[in-house]
């Protein structure tokens, strides 16, 4: 009688003797403004001579509200049932011991999942269907979509190694190959507010072909490998709007999906931050690298009054200091010479002992602790992390930055959810600095306080119960279901530091529509919040146990079903009813999984020569840009490289007697320092700027400036003695006047980097006292350019 995989301990890696029945991935998504509609089709062949049960564990997008399940078997189409978990699991057991067919969708975490496909015959095919919706992220002008395609090497601590059934250090971690033979094929329909402007993609090359207002994305290879996430960027011709969307169910119920973009001005104030930093041995190569270039950039971008400190994790913690420092030359000097040597060589990847580290200082901190977590987020405890914040989130505020081919996305997001705080996520390609200045100035920004979501007196539930965090100029969604729909204002209110603020939408009965998008999204919200509250663990052991039933866990059940999603509570199942069963023994076939490229350090190209024809020096993909004069119908192919370093060269000097105001104006007027084709340096001029920088926000006239301007620091001196005298104050204010020209002429385009510490750097100019006359119109003048 076949065996399924609950009745005997697991097979290890497919042996040479055995073949990998998995044979391909077909993803297809339509993208419209910020949410994602996708299926994903696995097709798995047997052949062996006997039957199979296949077991593959994959990653879907942390948002997902997987909605639906299918297995397509000899042409016909067997539609899943979502049952709650142990129920679901009888289900497909049963299935199998009797000789029919079987699959099943469990929920590991919200971003991996596993699929069991149970008595393939020999020779049979099987697709197995995966529907979600998800919400796509805005980054400034875009929307972000990815695909998650691997389940990286995750560290499991020793609770996670061991105990009754499959414990999550196995569960989390499928078997891996540098290759598998299996690949990916995609396709996406985008539709946006206005006609699309822009699609680019840091991870793969793209074909786009433009349809009407709206483009049709390819993947330029037929077949790519599943070993780093995909991405998708994509600029509408028009920013998403504020409003509100309704939509009632099949079931009658009615949910709302409402957007706020609140518009204010945030006064920045001292804060204590830590950095915490991981430096596993995952993190080798070009991660550890943007993480010391962000950093660099953050420790001056800090306020006088900020206190500091940085804590490295891996297989034990590090900490610059033992308490946070009060930030000041002396401790910027300390901090920089610390982070220029940072490596990732601390082992795994344990955060929870970091993050206990830093929340019982937290305890003794007067002001509420900013923590800015910088991680690839490898871990298979990733409950008991964002339990740890949950529990102090009122005395720190965690912004979190996924760094890699593929953190864990559940991890990065539920830790900033927990906090209070934002996460964002980076690829290798993309520039990390831009993303955590945007996080960082929330980071130094009091929050709102006292949010309150008002909606005008109709019979609404909210989702989540508890709205925030709240930021000028971030997209804020929230969600809510009501039986009844009419006409109405909802309204977010606030406090910040200038008083009572608002904004508010229009409710309208006549937009109700019928659909499965809104009310799944807004009951895997719910799902999440009930999941990230405390209420419910999900350290209960094996599945195969008899488990407590507690009000969390059965509202989950009750919300999952009610609306056909996956849970940790609830999963998918299908039954192929045979008219012949099956009655040989079966055999257990892991499918392994592709090693992420780039994990630890592993930067090289392995799909092929075609592909890597295609990166650019800085493993970056060209935008596509899509101009107005493109003609419906054409098609793209990206394949040009972009994010080539600021080139460095010869600043040019004052010329005698013309003054330093003059030479400013002239300066801004210049488009490059090195000509076109120069070889540039290997660390950017930008960097070596920045991290040149004191905490006051000024600059040192000595010959580390000069290098970087290009310039002979003799001549420049000599300017400086010429126009204004020699004082100590007068020549930092002259360099610093350099150092601002510089980064408005020749960095504007990574303006979101520098920022902060520029407009820190106009500050100090602005205090300096009067300098001799013909010297003080370039000080104001510098002071007041608009950076």
């Known amino acids: ?231 998708l960027l994509v600029t509408p011709g028009q920013p998403a709007a504020a409003g509100v969307v309704l939509e009632r169910s099949q079931s009658g119920r009615i949910a709302a999906s409402v ?36 950093l660099q950039i953050c420790l001056r971008s800090l306020e006088g009054g900020c206190a500091f400190n940085i804590v490295g994790f891996g297989s034990a913690v590090e900490s610059l200091f033992s308490e946070c420092r009060r930030y000041d030359d002396k401790s910027l000097a300390e901090a920089s010479s610390y982070v220029a040597s940072l490596e990732a060589s601390l082992g795994g990847t344990d955060l929870l002992p970091a993050i206990e580290f830093v929340l019982e200082q937290a305890t003794r901190r007067e002001r509420v602790m900013q923590l800015v977590v910088m991680t690839d987020g490898q871990v298979t405890n990733d409950d008991a992390i964002i339990d740890a914040v949950r529990r102090k989130r009122d005395r720190v505020r965690v912004f979190t930055f996924g760094i890699g081919r593929g953190a864990s996305h559940h991890l990065v997001k539920g830790l900033a959810r927990a906090g209070g705080g934002a996460a964002e996520c980076v690829y290798p390609g993309e520039r990390l600095e831009p993303k955590i200045v945007r996080l960082f100035r929330r980071a130094l920004t009091p929050a709102l306080g006292d949010v309150q979501l008002d909606w005008g007196g109709l019979s609404v539930a909210s989702v989540p119960a508890t709205v925030g965090p709240v930021f000028f100029g971030e997209a804020l969604r929230v969600y809510g279901f009501m039986d009844a729909c009419k006409d109405g204002v909802v309204t977010l209110r606030a406090r910040g530091s200038n008083g009572p603020v608002s904004w508010s939408l229009d409710i309208r009965s006549a937009d109700l529509h019928h659909g499965r998008t809104v009310g799944a999204l807004a009951a895997r919200a719910r799902i999440r919040e009930i999941e990230e509250s405390g209420a419910w663990t999900s350290d209960r052991g094996s599945r195969q146990r008899e488990r407590r039933q507690d009000r969390a866990e059965t509202e989950i059940v009750r919300m999952a079903t009610e609306y056909g999603l996956s849970s940790r509570e609830t999963s998918w199942v299908v039954v192929e009813k045979r008219e012949v069963p099956l009655t040989e023994e079966l055999s257990l076939r892991r499918v392994p999984v592709a090693i992420t490229n780039g994990w630890g350090g592993r930067d090289g190209m392995e799909q092929t020569g075609q592909m890597a024809s295609l990166l650019g020096a800085s493993g970056t993909f060209a935008a596509m840009r899509i101009p107005d004069s493109a003609p419906r119908g054409a098609r793209m192919v990206r394949g040009a490289a972009a994010g080539a370093p600021i080139a460095t060269g010869r600043m040019p000097v004052p010329e005698a007697g013309k003054g330093l105001f003059g030479w400013l104006r002239r300066s801004v007027r210049e488009e490059r320092i090195t000509p076109a084709g120069a070889p540039s340096s290997s660390t950017r001029a930008l960097d070596r700027l920045i991290a040149l920088q004191r905490a006051d926000g000024s600059w040192e006239l000595d010959q580390a400036l000069a290098d970087v301007l290009g310039a002979s620091l003799a001549d420049l001196v000599a300017a400086t003695a010429g126009a204004s005298g020699e004082t100590h104050e007068i020549r930092r204010a002259w360099a610093t006047a350099l150092a601002l020209v510089f980064l408005e002429n020749h960095a504007g385009a990574q303006r979101a980097e520098w920022q902060l510490l520029a407009t820190k750097a106009q500050r100090w100019l602005a205090s300096v006292p009067a300098v001799p006359p013909g010297g003080g119109a370039w000080i104001d003048h510098v002071a007041n350019v608009s950076i």
Do not use: W
Request: include cysteine; proline fraction near 8%; glycine fraction near 8%.
């Open 1 to 231: 009688m076949p065996t399924s995989v609950a009745s005997r301990p697991l097979a290890g890696l497919c042996t040479s003797h055995s073949q990998i029945p998995l044979e391909h991935v077909d993803v297809r998504a339509e993208i419209t403004g910020a949410h994602a509609r996708v299926i994903c089709t696995q097709r798995y062949r047997n052949h062996e001579p006997r039957p199979v049960e296949a077991v593959y564990v994959f990653p879907l997008d942390e948002s997902a509200a997987v909605c639906g399940f299918a297995a397509v078997v000899g042409g016909v189409r067997y539609e899943g049932v979502i049952k709650a978990q142990e129920e679901a699991f009888a289900t497909y057991d049963d299935a199998i011991a009797a000789g029919h067919g079987a699959f099943l969708l469990d929920e590991e975490r919200p971003d991996v999942f596993t699929a069991s496909v149970g008595n393939l015959a020999p020779g049979a095919e099987v697709q197995i269907e995966v529907t979600y919706v998800a919400e796509l992220a805005v980054e400034d002008d875009s929307i972000r979509f990815t695909l998650p395609t691997t389940v990286s090497p995750r560290y499991a601590p020793p609770e996670d190694r061991g105990g009754i059934g499959r414990p999550a250090a196995e569960i989390l971690n499928p078997p891996r190959l540098p290759n598998v033979p299996y690949g990916l094929s995609f396709t996406a329909r985008v539709a946006t507010p206005g006609r699309v402007r822009r699609i680019e993609s840091p991870s793969h090359p793209i074909s786009v072909d433009l349809e009407g207002d709206g483009a049709t994305v390819i993947l330029a290879q037929q077949q790519t490998a599943l070993d780093r996430d995909l991405v």
């Open 259 to 294: 957007t706020f973009r609140p518009t204010g001005t945030a006064t920045r104030v001292p804060a204590d931050v830590v950095f915490v930093v991981d430096r596993s041995g995952s993190m080798q190569g070009s991660s550890i690298e943007q993480v010391r270039n962000a």
